[in-house]
């Protein structure tokens, strides 16, 4: 059971224009959500988050939005770069404050990858 | 750099071998965490550790344990390989409080031949 849903295997985009990458969830536990950046042969890099308690983060050229009622989030990158291009990883956690008061497992997507184009 | 190293970067072993991969998470950290990659899929969690206690188990295979030392670094030990345990290991660490964002290590690729 896919919790955390990447649609777009990939998307291309011309430099200077807007990336848009979409993510779904259906675990209304999740409580915050991250992005985060892969390189080939290199770890997931963070990029941004943002908590449930928001509908909106804001990091330089990097936006993420937050619909809990559609159980929706985004990641809006202004203007795009060459560098851009990567696979984008959308991920998911719920507080586990029950039992432990700490962070649980990260749930994540499939990745989109990105392709900024010249 | 994530402040997260993993050894070795490269395994080549063969089917029914052990071994064992290496994490020592950023400083200060004390929860951590693994995942595997295989190919075309996303990461899914195995297993984590909060300041050498096991925490969470995920989508990880009997062959496979872990365990965190007093000095924080953890240990993933996968034995009786199969090929289908190709993939990138990935060690990743936080504070180890809620909402939180974990950082992960570069990775160690295990190929099974």
């Known amino acids: 059971d896919q919790q955390v849903k990447q649609n777009s295997p990939s998307l291309s985009v011309q430099e200077g224009r807007i990336s848009i990458l979409n993510c779904d969830y259906t675990?209304?536990?999740?409580?915050?959500f991250l992005w985060y950046k892969k390189y080939p042969a290199e770890g997931p890099t963070f990029l941004i988050s943002i908590s449930s308690i928001k509908d909106k983060n804001e990091d330089g050229r990097f936006t993420v939005f937050l619909n809990k009622s559609a159980k929706h989030l985004s990641l809006h990158i202004v203007p795009s770069q060459p560098g851009d291009s990567a696979v984008y990883f959308c991920?998911?956690?719920?507080?586990?404050?029950?039992?432990?008061?700490?962070?649980?497992?990260?749930?994540f997507g499939t990745g989109t990858r990105l392709q900024v184009t010249l | 750099d994530s402040g997260v190293t993993q050894t070795p970067k490269h395994l080549i072993t063969a089917t029914g071998q052990r071994v064992t991969l290496r994490c020592s998470p950023r400083?200060?950290?004390?929860?951590v965490y693994w995942y595997q990659q295989s190919l075309d899929q996303g990461l899914q969690f195995l297993i984590q550790?909060?300041?050498?206690?096991?925490?969470a188990k995920g989508n990880i295979l009997e062959r496979f344990s872990a365990q965190q030392f007093p000095d924080l670094h953890s240990e993933l030990n996968l034995s009786s390989l199969e090929l289908g345990d190709s993939a990138l290991y990935f060690c990743?660490?936080?504070?180890?409080?809620?909402?939180?964002?974990?950082?992960f290590g570069p990775g160690t690729r295990l190929l099974v031949l």
């Open positions: 675990n209304s536990m999740f409580d915050y």
């Open positions: 550790y909060y300041n050498g206690e096991e925490r």
């Open positions: 990743a660490s936080s504070a180890g409080t809620v909402r939180e964002t974990q950082y």
């Open positions: 991920a998911a956690s719920s507080s586990d404050h029950i039992n432990t008061g700490t962070a649980s497992k990260l749930t």
């Open positions: 400083s200060g950290d004390l929860s």
